[in-house]
C-alpha cells in the first residue's frame, strides 16, 4: 500500500475553510491524505484553521510551511495573482501542487511551471476537472454522435454578481470568518474570467477540443464595490465578452461579467442544426449519463456535483465537493501513479483563452492561440 499523501494547504481563506479542510479531514481519508500544514499570513488564521480541521502545524510563512511542514504535496489556494510564484516554489522544493483555479495568470508562466514538474518528475493537477463529471462526458458524445445535427454555436459564461462579498466567511468577526475577498476584484488574478467562466472554459474546450483564435471586448463596468463598510476599487475588468473561434466556423461566445449569466451558465448551451444541449437537458427533456438520478428534475446549473469519482458517503453532504475531487486526483496520481485528466496542458489553454481575450479588447486585434492540449 502507497503511504498517504503528506498535504500542505496553502491560504486558510474561503475555499479552504469551507471545503478543502473539512473533506481532507474525514476519516475515511485517513490511510490517502494527512494535512500535515497550513499557511496564512493573516495572524492567527492559520493556527486557527490547524485547530479546528485537525492539521499538524500552522504556519504565518509559506516558506516555513515547505521548508518545515513535511510536506509531500500542495494544494494552492490563495489569490490567483500568487499560484504562479507560489507553485515554483513548491516545484523547485519537490513538492507535487494541485492548482486551485486558476493556476496561472499567463501562458508564459504556466510553461514555465509545467516544464518544471517534467524536469523534477512531479504533478501538477490544475482545476477545475470539469471533464470528470459524467454529464459533459456525455455532451461531448451526443454532439460528436450528430445527436443535435451540425453544432453551430456555444453560449456560455458566468458573472460576480455581489458572489464574493456575500460568501459565509466574509461577514464574521473572528479570523476564520472576515476573510477579506478584495483580490478578486484587482491584478493580477481578479475578474470573473480567471475566477468563474474559466469553468465553462474548461468545459466548452473539453467538449469541442482546442480553440484557434479568440477576439473580444473588456472593461471596468462596476468601479467600486463596497466589503465590511469600506471601498474596494476595481481595477481588474469585470466586464468581458469574448467571441472564440473552434475552426470550420464553429464559434463559442464567453461572457465573464458583473451581472448577468449567458444561457448555458458555467456548463455552456450547445445550438446545433437539429437540436440544442443546455445544461442536463437535450431539446428540453433530461438525458441520460451515468449515474444520473431520473429523479433529478433540475433544469441545469452545474449539474450533479456529487457525480464525481471521489465524492461518495459523508463527501456528499460537504461543500465544494469539485474542489475536494481534484486534490484527490492529484492524491491518487501520486499514491498510484495513475494520470488524471485535470491537466495542467489543459488548464494552460483556458489561460491562453483568457490572456488573448484581454489582449484582444485592448489592441482591438484577434489573437492566434498558441496552445493545444
Ligand atoms: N471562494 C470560492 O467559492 C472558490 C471556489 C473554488 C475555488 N476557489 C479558488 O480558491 C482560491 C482561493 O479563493 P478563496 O475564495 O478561498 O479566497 P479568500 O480570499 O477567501 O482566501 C485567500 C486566503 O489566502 C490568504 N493569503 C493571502 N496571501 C497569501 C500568501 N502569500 N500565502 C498563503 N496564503 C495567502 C489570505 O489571507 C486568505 O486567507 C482561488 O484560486 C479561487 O479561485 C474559490
Known sequence: MAAAVRMGVVGAGSISVRGILPHLCQPDLADRVKLAAVCDPVPGRADAAAAKFGVEQGFTEYEDLLARGDVDAVT?????GLHY???KLALQAGKHVHFNKTMTVTVAEASELIDLAAANSLRIVASPGEMLRPHHVRTRELIASGAIGTLSWVSCGAAFGTYHEDESVRGGSDVLSNIDPSWYFRKPGGG???DMTVYSLHTVT???GPARRVTAMSGVRVP???FGGRDVETDADDNTAVLIDFGANLFCVATG???GGMTGGMGGAFYGTKGTINGLLLNG???DFPGRNPDERSARGHGNQALLPHVTGVHRDIEEQHVYEDVMQLVDWVRDGSPSIVTAEHARHVIDIIESAYRAASTGQTQDLTTTF
Open 76 to 80: 494552492i489556494a490563495s489569490p490567483i
Open 85 to 87: 510564484e507560489q507553485g
Open 192 to 194: 470573473p474570467m480567471y
Open 206 to 208: 473539453g467538449i469541442l
Open 224 to 226: 467600486v464595490r463596497s
Open 257 to 259: 461579467t458583473a451581472a
Open 285 to 287: 427533456e433530461p438525458f
